[in-house]
Structure formats: structure tokens, C-alpha cells
Nanobody, 114 residues
Framework: VQLVDSGGGLVQAGESLRLSCAASVSFRSMDNMSWYRQPPGQQRELVASIPNFGSAHYLDSVKGRFTISRDDAKNTGYLQMNSLKFEDTAVYYC?????????WGQGTQVTVEP
């Protein structure tokens, strides 16, 4: 199973980005899909997650600004990030698990200039 992250970039504070996570297998086999991030010099943290069935969950600091979604027909997950802040600067990683293993994307850099 491979996950390929994309969509990162350099933006100004207040702008938006949409990250994508393309899977090499059917997304329907994934019980849960998540986005993590690792800011410079800090540990990786869970930003948002969405199960096959049920509601999405978000890190408090991104609630109301970020939206996680998954399109199982396209085997792709997304993270829509609006009103970006300097403190959102990090490498963002897609994560998925199928109940047997956990898979990671390679990461995509998001840099927000103040």
C-alpha cells in the first residue's frame, strides 16, 4: 500500500491550501484516514481523522478552519485548510489503517508566512 501526499506549498497567512492523499489501493479498505503534522523542532501531532463510518475529529487549534474528507471512489483523502496561520507551518503526513497495518504518506511541506 502506498500513500502519496501532495498539495503543500508556501502561502501567506489567511490563505488556503488543499492537501491530497492518493492511495494505491481501494480506500474503502481503510478503516480510518488521518492527517498528522510535524512542525519544525516539534513532535508529530494528529490534526484530523475521519473513519469509514462516523464523524471527523480535529485538533482544537484547527477546528472551524480545516476540513478532512475522503472520496472512496477516487481512493483519495483531502485536508482543506482555510485561514492558515503561521503556526500551521509543518510537514503534513497522510495516515491510513486497514485494521492490520498503518500506512504513511511521504509528507508535504506547508509553509505559512505571517
Amino acid at each position: 500500500v502506498q500513500l502519496v501526499d501532495s498539495g503543500g506549498g508556501l502561502v501567506q497567512a489567511g490563505e488556503s491550501l488543499r492537501l491530497s492523499c492518493a492511495a494505491s489501493v481501494s480506500f474503502r479498505s481503510m478503516d480510518n484516514m488521518s492527517w498528522y503534522r510535524q512542525p519544525p523542532g516539534q513532535q508529530r501531532e494528529l490534526v484530523a481523522s475521519i473513519p469509514n463510518f462516523g464523524s471527523a475529529h480535529y485538533l482544537d487549534s484547527v477546528k472551524g478552519r480545516f476540513t478532512i474528507s475522503r472520496d472512496d471512489a477516487k481512493n483519495t483523502g483531502y485536508l482543506q485548510m482555510n485561514s492558515l496561520k503561521f503556526e500551521d507551518t509543518a510537514v503534513y503526513y497522510c495516515n491510513a489503517n486497514d485494521g492490520f497495518d498503518t500506512y504513511w504518506g511521504q509528507g508535504t511541506q506547508v509553509t505559512v508566512e505571517p
